[in-house]
């Protein structure tokens, strides 16, 4: 890998070359990796791999005409013909009235630490040891029958930007992870399968192997038996693993391109009522250790910890520079960026706060209801909010867990469902995008 300094300095240079060969601005990234990931399965290796990538990317503008061309080939002839083919490019594209990057009293000047650099590379044998225990442990939970396999990852990504309006800096973020999946049951009585997932900064903020591993077995062997209910309108209780995908959809349907588009149901409720009173839901990029967090954005403008809703309130959009302009509002530092495509918003480490209820106290106040572990398909509308998913769980009688569920749909519109939910005590971060354990009513559930 080239040092900090020398990416910069490439990045410095590719930019002035794009100056000089008629760009009246551009900015430069680049995107240096490397991954080493294993499957396990049945005791036995199966796959190792590592991988290592180069990246750069350059974005020119000829007055309002934008185009951008990446390369994994750094070499001198290379990127000269980058340069020629991205400011020719940018000559004959369309205008687009509302590109260009930041001013340069916009830009970050301080870039907190977030401790996103595990400094140390876990080796192949670190990584099979884990994978060995997780599945050890998963095969060991009663009623497991198969497995399909523990798998293991680790990721370090270094990043650097730099903009002929002045910005330059790079930082790195590493990721591990691990997983087990496991079937219980038999083809006679039938076979269900479950897993569990660990993922983290730092490698020694992973959940240990063993207890990845029995609960992959006990999710599996808790589903045995699962049978459909009939169709009805009743409260569903979303588990951790599945209810970060609700707040996912707040985020996409605030995205500012959408709603610069008009093509999010939420396009005309700024600083109205989106949530139940007294929910919150935070953008925070400062977080430590955390799997999104960032110093900037990706055109380099300043981040910070964000209420998105405040009291149920959409106090923002997610804007970039772009779609800020297209609104006639100010970016939030939301953009995010890759080496191929031009900047987008994007979220950080975004989550609904917690409830004052527990899951039990959640769940206790069901007469009949879904505990919903596992969603399939995308059936959303963003323009609408219409909602239809695919759902196994649990049915809920008289507060209590009955028997499980399987092959149901759940539906209804997601405005409505925003406004009706609630949540548990137990927010965890483990995924980026977070969410405590959610009640919400007034559900539809087509069964039988």
């Not at 497995?147 to 990852?153: I, L, V």
């Not at 990504?157 to 591990?176: I, K, L, M, P």
């Not at 209801?369 to 239809?388: A, R």
Request: proline share 5%; hydrophobic share 40%; glycine share 10%.
């Amino acid at each position: 890998m080239p040092t900090a300094d020398d990416t910069l300095t490439l990045l410095s240079d590719l930019v002035a070359a794009a100056r000089r060969a008629g760009a009246d601005a551009a900015d430069a990234v680049a995107v240096d990796g490397v991954s080493l990931s294993l499957g396990w399965r049945l005791g036995k290796l199966e796959r190792l791999e590592r991988s290592e990538g180069r990246d750069i990317g350059l974005r020119v503008l000829v007055g309002r005409r934008q185009a951008m061309v990446s390369s994994s080939d750094r070499s001198a002839a290379a990127l000269d013909e980058l340069v020629e083919r991205c400011v020719a490019m940018a000559r004959t594209v369309p205008e687009d009235p509302y590109a260009g990057l930041a001013t340069p009293d916009q830009i970050a000047t301080e870039f907190p630490d977030l401790d996103t650099c595990d400094p140390t590379e876990p080796s192949a044998e670190t990584l099979i040891d884990m994978v060995a225990r997780a599945e050890d442990a998963a095969r060991a939970v009663s009623g497991v029958t198969n497995s399909e396999g523990a798998d293991a990852g680790w990721a370090r990504t270094e990043t650097a930007f730099v903009a002929s309006n002045g910005f330059a800096h790079g930082f790195t973020v590493t990721h591990g992870s691990l997983s087990a999946s496991v079937l219980a049951g038999d083809a006679a009585s039938g076979m269900e399968r479950d897993y569990d997932y660990t993922s983290a900064v730092h490698m020694a903020d992973l959940r240990q192997p063993e207890d990845v591993g029995h609960e992959a077995g006990r999710r599996a062997v808790r589903r045995l038996g699962a049978r459909k209910v009939k169709t009805c309108k009743v409260p569903l209780i979303y588990d951790p693993r599945v209810s970060r995908g609700i707040v996912g959809s707040l985020a996409g349907a605030i995205n500012g391109a959408s709603v610069a588009r008009g093509t999010s149901f939420l396009k005309d409720r700024l600083g109205q009522r989106v949530l139940a009173p007294g929910l919150n839901v935070i953008d925070d990029p400062h977080r430590r250790r955390g799997l999104r967090s960032r110093p900037c954005d990706g055109e380099g403008l300043p981040v910070r910890r964000m209420a998105v809703v405040e009291d149920g309130v959409l106090n923002t959009w997610l804007l970039d520079l772009r779609s800020a302009r297209q609104l006639g509002l100010s970016p939030t530092g939301h953009a995010g960026r890759g080496s191929a495509s031009p900047p987008s918003p994007s979220v950080s480490n975004f989550y609904l706060e917690a409830g004052p209820v527990t899951v039990a106290e959640l769940v206790g106040d069901v007469s009949r209801g879904l505990y919903i572990t596992e969603l399939f398909g995308h059936g959303m509308n963003m323009v609408t909010g219409d909602y239809s998913r695919g759902a196994a769980g649990f049915w809920i009688e008289d507060g209590e867990i009955a028997y499980p569920v399987s092959e149901v749909t759940v539906a209804g519109n997601l405005k409505d469902m925003f406004l009706n939910l609630t949540p548990a005590n137990d927010l965890v971060f483990r995924y980026g995008m977070d969410a405590p354990t959610l009640r919400i009513d007034g559900m539809t559930v087509a069964g039988r």
